[in-house]
């Protein structure tokens, strides 16, 4: 079986947004002109790479069920994403919490179906987020969680915590390497 690095999008690959002075709820980018990578993102999932894991980005995409955004924007994102950086599969679940779908955070129907898919491990797998719907979702499917800190997320309980994904990458790599 192999390993994988599970990754939320908005806030863990990408820039959140606060809109109408909501600073404690992030938003995910409404069109192209907001969609910017985060600094360093590549250089880090080139080096979860070469220690052998898979990546896999999981992400929530309410705001297609809420007529906000099309998922052709979904799909252009999803193109910069697989061009830009070096992951295997994007799942994306475009639906809202009252559609009770399997694959929407917290639950961990996107995660599961990618370790059936690719043959993954789950238990030597990690997923990186951050706030509690990704956290929930990789407990669930029995990976070690590690939460983005920020501003937003304080509250939020995970198997590890880090101020950036660097951060988070060489965690992963130290615990890669006592096994």
């Not at 999932?45 to 929530?60: C, D, M, Q």
């Not at 906000?68 to 830009?84: A, C, L, M, Q």
Request: hydrophobic share 40%.
């Amino acid at each position: 079986m192999q390993k994988a690095v599970f990754l939320d999008r908005d806030g863990v690959i990408n820039k959140v947004f606060f809109r109408n002075g909501n600073s404690s709820k992030p938003i995910a980018p409404w069109n192209l002109k907001e969609f910017s990578l985060l600094p360093g993102i590549k250089f880090s999932l080139i080096n979860l790479k070469k220690i052998g894991f898979k990546l896999f980005v999981v992400t929530n995409q309410p705001d297609v069920a809420k007529g906000i955004i099309d998922f052709s924007f979904i799909t252009k994102v999803n193109t910069i994403i697989s061009r830009e950086l070096p992951i295997d599969e994007i799942r994306v679940c475009p639906h809202v919490d009252s559609d009770g779908c399997h694959c929407r955070k917290p639950k961990p129907g996107m995660i599961l179906s990618l370790a059936k898919k690719w043959d993954i491990d789950c238990k030597n797998s990690f997923l990186i987020g951050d706030n509690w719907k990704d956290i929930e979702a990789g407990k669930k499917a029995g990976s070690t969680t590690f939460l983005l800190e920020k501003h937003y997320n304080n509250d939020v309980e995970a198997d590890y915590k880090s101020i950036s994904l660097s951060e988070a990458v060489k965690i992963i790599n130290k615990l890669h390497n006592r096994k």
